[in-house]
């Protein structure tokens, strides 16, 4: 029997192969890249299965994706709530006050250079603390619930958002703000005009950036302290009960979360920045 799973990973992996050397061999199109990664996730999963199946691999190390699927259907109750309390609650609600605290940041550094000598540094110190160290300080100040968890997510993406928007506010060249003086254009004219859309690649790679730390930020602060809901508490939880099947639910809750958060993100980049040579072809 399990001779006849590890021929089935092996069969399974090279349709997996044929498939995507077929479409590799199609014209670009949006359906080609489309379904590439969907064939090559639905082989890895299908072979993810038999190997667990054919090697009796313990649910303890490794549970089968059809045991995790069974584990997230059973849960669907507890996996919405801790993506409530974790995603919308913290992750989300940090995300939005540290992007736009870190928008008028750099907006005020950018008119006032000395703040840029003085500000940048430090952000660059804080930048590179672990996030192990600051969250049990924010837990401590902001107490168990998901203000703690928002205010770790404000602090992780505050200053990758600020440094992306100061460079891009100074991506103009001498002969567009010679332009602009020309038209006897103010400061905010200026900035509204020129500046700010020019920075608008740079202002959307910070906050597509950021939306992978908020997960992250949120999910580890609930290690720290958390009320009885949570995915971060949840995993910890989980694990110290053995419960992977758990464990890898709401790591596909993250996943899938991250993903869409990145996606909504990238859509409005391409919807603002379609002037942009970045965006043309896709």
């Given at each position: ?7 089935g ?9 044929w498939?995507?050397v077929?479409?590799a061999?199609?014209?670009a199109?949006?359906?080609a ?6 064939v ?21 190390l ?8 069974a584990?997230?259907?059973a849960?669907s109750?507890?996996?919405?709530q801790d993506?409530?309390?974790t995603?919308?609650?913290?992750a989300?609600?940090g995300?939005?006050?540290g ?8 907006v005020a550094v950018?008119?006032?250079?000395f703040?840029?000598?003085?500000l940048?540094p430090?952000g660059?110190f804080?930048?590179a603390?672990p996030?192990?160290g600051?969250?049990p300080?924010?837990v401590m ?12 997510v404000v ?5 990758p958002?600020l440094?992306?928007t100061?460079q891009g506010?100074?991506?103009t060249?001498?002969?567009?703000r010679d332009?602009?003086?020309?038209y ?9 005009k020129?500046r700010?859309?020019?920075a608008?690649?740079f ?7 950021a939306?992978?730390l908020?997960?992250?930020?949120a999910i580890?602060?609930e290690?720290f ?6 995915m ?17 639910a709401?790591?596909v809750?993250?996943a899938?979360?991250?993903?869409v958060?990145y996606?909504s993100v990238?859509?409005?980049e391409?919807?603002v ?10």
């Open positions: 029997m399990g001779a006849a799973w590890v021929i990973a092996i069969f399974a992996w090279l349709v997996g192969w498939i995507n077929r479409l061999r199609m014209p199109s949006r359906g890249a489309f379904a590439a990664p969907v090559f996730g639905i082989t890895l999963l299908i072979i993810w299965e038999c190997v667990v199946r054919g090697f009796d691999i313990s649910p303890v490794l549970p089968a994706p059809s045991v995790i699927v584990r997230f259907a849960s109750d507890i996996l919405w993506f409530v309390q995603v919308i609650k913290g989300l609600t995300y939005l006050i992007c736009g605290a870190a928008l008028l940041t750099a950018d008119r006032f250079p703040l840029k000598r003085g940048l430090i660059n804080v930048a603390l996030i192990i600051m969250a300080i924010l100040w902001f107490g168990f619930d998901w203000q703690s968890k928002a205010a770790v602090v992780m993406v505050f200053f958002m440094v992306n100061v506010l100074q991506d060249t001498a002969m567009q332009l602009m003086q020309t006897a254009s103010s400061y905010w004219q200026t900035l509204l020129l700010l859309p020019a608008m690649p202002i959307f790679n910070g906050l597509k950036i939306t992978t908020a997960l992250i930020g580890v602060a290690f302290g958390s009320p009885i809901k949570g971060g508490f949840r995993i910890s939880t989980s694990v110290g009960q053995l419960a992977l099947d758990l464990v890898w709401e790591i809750v993250a899938i979360a991250g993903s958060f996606g990238a859509l409005c391409r919807a920045t379609f002037w942009h040579p970045s965006q043309r072809g896709r």
